[in-house]
Structures are given as C-alpha cells and as structure tokens.
Nanobody, 115 residues
Framework: QVQLVESGGGLVQAGGSLRLSCAASGIIFRINAMGWYRQAPGKQREFVARITSDGSTNYAYSVKGRFTISRDGAKNTVYLQMNSLTPDDTAVYYC?????????WGQGTQVSVSS
C-alpha cells in the first residue's frame, strides 16, 4: 500500500500562485510516475500533470506554461507549482502514484481562485 498526504491548497486571487505538495509513504519502491488530477464542481476529474521516475513530464493543455510538476525522489514527494491562476483552476486537486498494477490517490486538497 501507498499512502499519500497532500498539502498546500487554499484560496488565492486570480493571477496568484500556489504550490501543492504530496508526500508518499508505505510501499514506495517501483513507482513509475506521480501526478496530479483535479475535479471542479459539477465536472469530471481531469488530468493535470505527470512526472515519471526518470523525470519526464507532461501537462494538460490548459495548464501548460503556467504549472510545473517536480519530484524529490529522496523525500518521495511530488510538487505542483501553479502560477497565473485563474478562477477556472478552482477544483479539488488529487495526487496520484502509479505503482503498477495500481494507481493510488490522495484525499484531495481544495484550490480556490477568486476573480
């Protein structure tokens, strides 16, 4: 089992920044990738960003150029730096860990962006 603890969410004005963190513990070897998804009210959960064990990254088109995902292997922690936030970024953000054949999910952290 893998346990995930997220932090860093909150309320910010449009144009502001937040940094989300997600620390993994438990069975943390053979992790292929870590990432972030989000779910806005009334919408389906959507992919935000992903980083593999070798450092390769990919982003949703809607956040590319504004969000940066990074990973500290020694701390088993993944970060999501979010800049130039807009109200459309308001959502619950979920951390994920891909350890085949299972993907583990965090409990979610709320990000709210006011206009």
């Amino acid at each position: 089992q893998v346990q995930l603890v997220e932090s860093g969410g909150g309320l910010v004005q449009a144009g502001g920044s937040l940094r989300l963190s997600c620390a993994a513990s438990g069975i943390i070897f053979r992790i292929n990738a870590m990432g972030w998804y989000r779910q806005a009210p009334g919408k389906q959960r959507e992919f935000v960003a992903r980083i593999t064990s070798d450092g390769s990254t990919n982003y949703a088109y809607s956040v590319k150029g504004r969000f940066t995902i990074s990973r500290d292997g020694a701390k088993n922690t993944v970060y999501l730096q979010m800049n130039s936030l807009t109200p459309d970024d308001t959502a619950v953000y979920y951390c994920t860990v891909e350890r085949p054949p299972t993907t583990y999910w965090g409990q979610g952290t709320q990000v709210s962006v006011s206009s």
